[in-house]
C-alpha cells in the first residue's frame, strides 16, 4: 500500500523494456562520509563531556539517532529509484512517500554524451548525457550509472541503430515473453 509503484506499471503494451537498473551506490558516497562523521562528533563530544551534563548527553545521543534516520530514508531513496529504458522511452521513477516518474522519448534523442571520471574508472559508474531537440528534458544527465559502457552501447543501438533488425529483435522477445506468460497461466 504505501510501497512505490513499480516502474514496471509504468510501461505500455506496445513497449519492450531493454534496460531497468538502479544508480550505483557510489551516489551514496557522500551522505555515508556525512553520517559516519556526525556520528563520531556526537560519541567523542558525549564521552569527552562529565557526567554532570547528561542533559547534553542526551541530547547528543538523540541527534545521533536523526542522523541514523535521516541515512535510512536517504537509503530508501536510492533503493526505490530506477531507471528503466524500452524501445520508446527513458523513464526515471523517484520517491519514497510522494512518486515522480520522468520521462523522455528515445525519438527525440539528438546526441549522447558519455563521461567517466578517475573515480568513475575505479568503482565502476559513469555519466550519460542526452541532448534532444531543442530543449532540456528531464532525464538529460544520468549521473552515477552502473556498467557505463554496455548503457551507453545499448542506449546508441536503441537511437542510432538499425531499425529493421530492432523490429525483428524485438517481436523474438515478445514472442518469448508471450510463451512464458502462457505456460506460467496454464
Request: hydrophobic share 45%; proline share 4%; aromatic share 12%.
Amino acid at each position: 500500500m504505501f510501497a512505490p509503484r513499480d516502474p514496471e506499471s509504468y510501461i505500455l503494451e506496445s513497449e519492450r523494456r531493454v534496460i531497468r537498473i538502479r544508480r550505483h551506490w557510489a551516489v551514496l558516497s557522500w551522505d555515508i562520509f556525512e553520517t559516519f562523521a556526525l556520528l563520531a562528533i556526537c560519541v567523542l563530544v558525549s564521552y569527552i563531556l562529565p557526567p554532570s551534563a547528561w542533559v547534553i548527553q542526551n541530547v547528543l545521543w538523540y541527534a545521533a539517532l536523526l542522523v541514523l534516520l535521516h541515512f535510512a530514508y536517504v537509503i530508501m531513496e536510492w533503493w526505490v529509484e530506477r531507471l528503466v529504458v524500452t524501445d520508446k522511452r527513458f523513464l526515471m521513477t523517484q520517491g519514497v512517500f510522494t512518486t515522480k516518474v520522468l520521462m523522455m522519448p528515445i525519438g527525440k534523442v539528438t546526441d549522447l554524451t558519455y563521461e567517466r571520471t578517475a573515480n568513475g574508472r575505479m568503482m565502476g559508474y559513469g555519466t550519460l548525457i542526452v541532448e534532444s531537440a531543442g530543449q532540456i528534458q528531464a532525464l538529460n544527465r544520468i549521473d552515477y550509472l552502473p556498467r557505463p559502457e554496455e548503457f551507453n552501447d545499448t542506449i546508441s543501438e536503441l537511437v542510432f541503430g538499425d531499425k529493421q533488425k530492432q523490429a525483428e529483435r524485438f517481436s523474438m522477445v515478445k514472442a518469448q515473453r508471450l510463451a512464458r506468460g502462457n505456460k506460467s497461466a496454464s
